[in-house]
């Protein structure tokens, strides 16, 4: 993959920015042009795409089909058929004292903005704040990632060919070209990926006081009531775990599991895992590979370092970038598994006495993207959601809520802040200024008392 030259990159901004303040993206036609043809440009390099996921992820067709490339059209359609109406000035809620002023607000773009995007879902996790930025009415610069060459470098060149260059951009490299950009006044950075580079972004927008949005991970916790269906769990637990190769930031990161179910789900695991694998993972073509050696790596560092036993999987080919799809039960607290995100096909059970203890177990630490509960008691899920704090709460389900039209998708703390999915992000993207227009009678009627001085006789009349 071609890198962009460092030099090209305060050019680049430069172009972006005189695009915005040639007014290139104040029409609402003009955005949907645009919107329309990255439409195109993936719909019609479907396949391409397919190709060049499975060549970046080794991941099978469906799971991208199904996880990026369908909703990263829909993301596309539901802006372009709904910017208009997302666009319109707004009118304040009535109140008889400030109605002669006519106080409304206008969905105004901020600017240029920087779009830094991770590799476990390149083309939906590009889009969805491109295609915010852009129907917001700004001029963008992506930069996807380097341990995804095939497909960044085909977005890259579709966008920089077929996309008016005053407009959106992409910018291809690693660390040396994202410290380039970050040196730069943007007026909004997006940014999906980890939680130790989200301060480096953070640190570096603060310099500006450029705001930030960011999409980020961290341990997402699965809490099984005893009570509940565990064949129903297992199965939907396992196909989190293994879906992407476990590289989703809302796949679940570890099991708080009552004592008394631990065996039964272990049991159901099992099953699950042979019916979805009938000649084994390996062998499998409906099972993903890691991104790369390095991160094949650090999770056979964290296998090697756990004191838990591994009761299913745990064989890793380096070379291959294959981790089996592994259950760890007995994990200690203080090891790398349960202290950072695993992001791989690898699931820790940790035995809780009940639903409180597990409870109490997430609030010791930071708000996860996903609390899951697997209960088919109103009371228990309700308990559960009530007194926990999470990007999003899923209730016997996983993964969903990131497709899901119309729910506002994102972290809390440390695992986000900011929504750039659909309205939501068109929203983040927008400025809401607010606009006033006060016609000379206020003045005469009644306005005339704000004047100094400030009389008694001012107050009564
Ligand atoms: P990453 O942080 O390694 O990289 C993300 C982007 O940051 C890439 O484009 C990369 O080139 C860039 N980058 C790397 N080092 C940088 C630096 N020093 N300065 C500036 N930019 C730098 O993340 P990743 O490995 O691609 O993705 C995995 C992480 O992303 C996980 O933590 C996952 O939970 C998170 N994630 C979150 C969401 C969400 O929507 N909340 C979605 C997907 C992934």
């Given amino acids: 993959m071609q890198y962009t030259p460092l030099e090209d990159i305060p050019k680049i901004r430069e172009t972006l920015r005189n695009g915005f303040r040639a007014g290139k993206t104040k029409s609402v036609a003009h955005r949907k042009q645009q919107l329309k043809q990255l439409g195109y440009l993936i719909q019609e390099n479907m396949q391409a795409f397919l190709d060049t996921l499975?060549?970046?992820?080794?991941?099978?067709?469906?799971?991208?089909?199904?996880?990026?490339?369908?909703?990263?059209i829909a993301c596309i359609k539901d802006a372009h058929d709904n910017v208009d109406k997302w666009a319109k000035t707004e009118k304040a809620r009535y109140r008889f004292s400030t109605s002669a002023m006519q106080p409304q607000y206008r969905k105004e773009a901020k600017g240029t903005v920087l779009c830094i995007s991770p590799y476990n879902v390149p083309v939906l996790l590009s889009m969805q704040p491109v295609v915010a930025a852009l129907s917001a009415g700004n001029t963008v610069c992506l930069k996807p990632s380097e341990q995804t060459p095939a497909t960044s470098s085909l977005l890259g060149e579709l966008i920089n060919k077929h996309m008016d260059p005053e407009v959106i951009q992409v910018v291809q490299g690693s660390v040396e070209v994202a410290t380039k950009l970050l040196e730069l006044q943007w007026d909004h950075i997006t940014y999906t990926g980890s939680q130790r580079v989200a301060r480096i972004v953070a640190a570096a927008a603060a310099r500006?006081?450029?705001?930030?949005?960011?999409?980020?991970?961290?341990?997402?916790?699965?809490?099984?009531?005893?009570?509940?269906?565990?064949?129903?769990?297992?199965?939907?637990?396992?196909?989190?775990?293994?879906?992407?190769?476990?590289?989703v930031c809302v796949a679940p990161d570890y099991v708080l599991c009552p004592r008394e179910v631990q065996d039964k789900l272990i049991k159901e695991i099992n099953i699950a895992h042979a019916e979805f694998f009938p000649k084994g993972p390996k062998n499998s073509d409906s099972f993903c590979r890691m991104v790369s050696t390095n991160h094949t790596e650090r999770i056979a560092r964290m296998l090697k370092a756990t004191k838990g036993d591994i009761v299913l999987g745990g064989e890793i080919e380096v070379k291959e970038r294959y981790v089996a799809p592994t259950l760890v039960i007995n994990p200690s607290?203080?090891?790398?598994?349960?202290?950072?995100?695993?992001?791989?096909?690898?699931?820790?059970?940790?035995?809780?006495?009940?639903?409180?203890?597990?409870?109490?177990?997430?609030?010791?630490?930071?708000?996860?993207?996903?609390?899951?509960v697997f209960s088919q008691n109103s009371k228990v899920k309700a308990k559960v959601a009530d007194e926990t704090q999470s990007g999003g709460f899923l209730a016997n389900e996983l993964l969903f809520q990131v497709t899901t039209h119309g729910l506002p998708f994102g972290g809390v703390g440390p695992s986000g802040s900011g929504k750039l999915?659909?309205?939501?992000?068109?929203?983040?993207?927008?400025?809401?200024?607010?606009?006033?227009?006060?016609?000379?009678?206020?003045?005469?009627?009644?306005?005339?008392?704000?004047?100094?001085?400030?009389?008694?006789?001012?107050?009564?009349?």
């Fill in 333 to 372: 607290l203080d090891e790398p598994l349960m202290q950072e995100e695993i992001f791989g096909p690898v699931l820790p059970i940790v035995p809780v006495q009940n639903v409180d203890e597990a409870i109490a177990f997430i609030n010791a630490r930071d708000h996860p993207l996903a609390i899951h």
């Fill in 208 to 247: 500006y006081l450029t705001p930030t949005t960011l999409e980020l991970g961290g341990k997402s916790p699965v809490i099984i009531d005893p009570k509940s269906d565990l064949r129903l769990a297992a199965r939907r637990i396992w196909w989190g775990n293994v879906v992407n190769g476990g590289q």
């Fill in 54 to 72: 499975q060549s970046d992820l080794g991941r099978p067709y469906f799971e991208s089909d199904v996880l990026e490339i369908t909703p990263a």
């Fill in 421 to 461: 999915c659909g309205k939501f992000g068109f929203d983040t993207l927008s400025h809401l200024r607010c606009t006033l227009d006060s016609p000379k009678y206020l003045d005469t009627l009644v306005l005339w008392k704000r004047y100094a001085p400030y009389t008694e006789a001012n107050r009564k009349s």
